[in-house]
Antibody
Framework: QVQVVQSGGGLVKPGGSLRLSCTVS????????MSWIRQAPGKGLEWVSY????????YYADSVKGRFTISRDNAGNSLFLQMNSLRVEDTAVYYC?????????WGQGTLVTVSS | DIVMTQSPDSLAVSLGERATINCKSS????????????LAWYQQKPGQAPKLLIN???TRESGVPDRFSGSASGTDFTLTISSLQAEDVAVYYC?????????FGQGTKLEIK
């Protein structure tokens, strides 16, 4: 049974930092690309970043490039998103998901609120 | 970036009737070497993560009821629910994975009439 469990998130002031985590079980984490996708309140889905299984290929959306860093720990079956210089417009529910091009297994989502 | 445009933005359909949601990509998402469209459909219910329904434009995921189907014609894609059930009330998104950045349609909200 596949499980994707997220942690982290919360309330942070503009300019602050936050780290999201995602731990996977039920499939071979080290063989799979992973992505972060976000959804602002009442809005649609926006892809944020993906990382290849060996972390040699990494891409970011222009909206977060230079501020967010995706990483992974294959030994611990974990995915991370370090978010720095946060802006009000980064407020969203953040999801991690297995990336096969499409996204077939998702975490439960974690809310990040950037507000003064 | 490939822009995905869905229509309509919202849709109300009677129980048991057909629901049709459209998605148009700003450029082809067909990979010629395998003749596959890199297009997926998702269902999102309130307070839940999205659920993958269909990938490769027309391949249903395991466990997805067969009343859900997908089709493609050039850069136009369609998700059809053949006989709407109450549990199908949700927002539906298309997504292309032909190119980076991966992009989603804006969503179509499906309700019961």
């Amino acid at each position: 049974q596949v499980q994707v469990v997220q942690s982290g998130g919360g309330l942070v002031k503009p300019g602050g930092s936050l780290r999201l985590s995602c731990t996977v079980s039920g499939f071979s984490f080290s063989d799979n690309y992973m992505s972060w996708i976000r959804q602002a309140p009442g809005k649609g889905l926006e892809w944020v970043s993906y990382i290849s299984n060996t972390a040699t290929i990494i891409y970011y959306a222009d909206s977060v490039k230079g501020r967010f860093t995706i990483s992974r720990d294959n030994a611990g079956n974990s995915l991370f998103l370090q978010m720095n210089s946060l802006r009000v417009e980064d407020t969203a529910v953040y999801y991690c998901a297995r990336d096969s091009g499409s996204y077939d297994h998702w975490g439960q989502g974690t809310l990040v609120t950037v507000s003064s | 970036d490939i822009v995905m445009t869905q229509s309509p933005d919202s849709l109300a359909v009677s129980l048991g009737e057909r629901a049709t949601i459209n998605c148009k990509s700003s450029q082809s998402v067909l990979f010629s070497s395998n003749n596959k469209n890199y297009l997926a459909w998702y269902q999102q219910k309130p307070g839940q993560a999205p659920k993958l329904l269909i990938n490769w434009a027309s391949t249903r995921e395991s466990g997805v009821p067969d009343r859900f189907s997908g089709s493609a014609s050039g850069t136009d894609f369609t998700l059809t629910i053949s006989s709407l059930q109450a549990e199908d009330v949700a927002v539906y998104y298309c997504q292309q994975y032909f190119d980076t950045p991966r992009t989603f349609g804006q969503g179509t909200k499906l309700e019961i009439k």
